[in-house]
């Protein structure tokens, strides 16, 4: 029985594994998988994949942001944790929206990515990188017309 105690006392971390459909892993999976099915032209199992990375990313985030809230104040490794994989985790979710955004376009659907850019230069704002290529295609298939230049990039 001494096995069966030393497998009591160690807590079983099924969401910590690489097959687990609830973590950061799971998303890049995803959206590696959307790339995968985009590039092989079936757009619409890349838009699903596509989707189910921003909805699980979506869902990551929200509970990385609640953890972190709460331990706030009591154990500061923890929100540092909580803190770094939320980043992590709103870095997959711009990039499943900027991936959506171009399968859109590439289908004639400006329209429908126009959301999905916006969200990504409201979330990164223009100062980021992501930010900025967001808004440089809402410039693109003409939502915006005002180009942005970043300070320090020229004119």
Do not use: W
């Not at 006392?9 to 594994?17: F, I, K, S, V, Y």
């Not at 999905?116 to 298939?141: C, F, H, R």
Request: charge should be positive.
């Amino acid at each position: 029985m001494p096995a069966a105690h030393a497998q009591a006392a160690e807590p079983e971390r099924a969401l910590a594994t690489p097959g687990s459909p609830f973590n950061i892993t799971a998303v890049q999976s995803l959206l590696a998988r959307g790339d995968a099915a985009a590039a092989a032209g079936n757009l619409a199992e890349a838009r699903r994949l596509y989707d189910q990375a921003r909805d699980a990313s979506r869902k990551l985030l929200g509970f990385y942001r609640d953890l972190s809230g709460a331990f706030r104040g009591l154990d500061a490794r923890i929100p540092r944790e909580m803190d770094e994989k939320g980043r992590q985790t709103l870095d997959l979710l711009v990039g499943a929206n900027m991936r959506l955004a171009a399968l859109f376009r590439r289908q004639g659907q400006p329209e429908v990515a126009v959301p999905l850019l916006v969200e990504v230069v409201k979330t990164m704002t223009p100062a980021n990188e992501s930010g900025q290529k967001a808004y440089q295609q809402l410039l693109e298939i003409g939502f915006v017309s005002t180009p942005y230049t970043a300070p320090g990039t020229g004119s």
